[in-house]
């Protein structure tokens, strides 16, 4: 039986082989951004109003118009493939069944176009990342043609974080096999079955206008986070030359950065550390959360991703200022347990937890979650 996400990444675990669950669980250095993400998360209290009529909660949300059933989304993640095949259009269903957002990855591994046509109905955003500035191009305008509603600029990435177990694995792209990726593999035949008539995934997004595979090189510098590093503030106007809908930028943790995207015209911010994947150092995604908030003073949207693995941090992020929150790992776990189902059933998990934790505050609302900050000490405010 599986009540938790925790028990989704038991299963996930059993099932992937160690190079692909540790690709998925990997964080920068020693893990301490990535437990810091999860601890004050923890730490954050929330204080119940009795004697409400709850009734009826609201669950949903309104972003750049368009309605959420909930206050969370499915954020990018690269190499899904990897985790299922076919494993971006899977999410990507199991997001549209429940009225939710999709991100997807620049590092995915189906064409967006195949993605957004695969769940018509859904909401998909966009995420980009910026190696080569005409291949990022053409992946904007692609994403345009598509239908996506929003870009999503990745900006915590100028050089990869030292993500050791992939090193201890190695893990690389193209994938070059070895005797202990190859023992890895057979010992899961289960995966390996449904990976053999697929072949190994590749990024299938970074590829010419005449559909001819990416070179070695940049498929390379993808999983390696090789980013251009000379993209700066002035780089979003030819952003804005080629993207007419909502940009968005994550990765922000400083309230100056904040401060800086309403400067240059930014239409959201995700307050992210990457999962603890990248700098080691970087305060939790939670902590930065209100100070990002205050500087950002209601006039764009802010969401939060980083340690979420309850109903109850989503409310968390709510009621600190999040405008809605988004999951990583724990859509990766109910991927690679059960495919669309089991991304869906860890979507209908934390609903439910968040409906009750909504109910047990007296919100009845999410725009009424932050009362549940009042009275409660050790928080973030």
Not at 368 to 379: F, I, K, R, T, Y
Request: hydrophobic content about 45%.
């Amino acid at each position: 039986m599986r009540i938790n996400t925790e028990d989704f990444r038991r299963q996930a675990r059993k099932s992937l082989p160690r190079f692909v669950f540790d690709y998925i669980e990997g964080a920068a250095d020693d893990g301490h951004c990535l437990r810091r993400n999860l601890s004050d998360l923890a730490a954050v209290e929330l204080t119940p109003r009795i004697l409400r009529d709850t009734t009826a909660v609201d669950t949903s949300i309104e972003v750049f118009g368009r309605k959420w059933a909930l206050p969370f989304g499915i954020a990018p993640t690269g190499l899904n493939g990897l985790v299922r095949p076919r494993g971006d259009g899977l999410l990507a269903t199991a997001a549209a069944r429940n009225g939710i957002l999709f991100a997807l990855s620049t590092a995915s591994n189906m064409r967006l176009e195949d993605v957004r046509a695969g769940a018509p109905d859904g909401m998909h955003w966009m995420q980009l990342y910026v190696m080569h500035r005409d291949m990022a191009g053409q992946i904007v305008e692609r994403a345009a043609r598509s239908g996506y509603e929003a870009l999503v600029l990745t900006v915590d990435v100028p050089v990869s974080g030292n993500r050791e177990p992939d090193l201890r694995n190695g893990f690389r792209m193209p994938f070059k096999p070895t005797a202990k990726l190859a023992w890895d593999v057979v010992t899961h035949p289960r995966w390996s079955m449904r990976m053999l008539p697929n072949g190994a995934p590749d990024f299938a997004n970074l590829t010419t206008a005449g559909g001819d595979a990416g070179s070695a090189n940049v498929q390379a510098a993808l999983l390696a986070r090789a980013m251009d590093r000379s993209v700066v503030w002035d780089t979003l106007a030819w952003l804005r030359g080629l993207w007419r809908g909502p940009l968005l930028l994550k990765g922000v943790l400083h309230p100056d950065d904040a401060r800086l995207a309403l400067d240059h015209g930014v239409d959201g911010l995700i307050v992210s550390n990457h999962g603890g994947r990248q700098n080691d150092a970087s305060p939790s995604a939670i902590s930065a959360l209100p100070r990002v908030v205050a500087a950002i003073d209601g006039r764009i949207p802010v969401f939060m991703d980083g340690g979420i693995r309850r109903g109850g941090d989503i409310a968390k992020a709510l009621a600190l200022g999040a405008s809605a929150a988004f999951l990583g790992r724990p859509a990766l776990y109910g991927l690679a347990t059960d495919g669309a189902e089991g991304a869906e059933a860890v979507i209908k998990l934390l609903a439910a937890e968040l409906l009750r934790t909504m109910t047990l505050l007296g919100a009845t609302s999410v725009s009424a979650l932050p009362g549940a900050l009042e009275g409660a000490s050790g928080n973030f405010t």
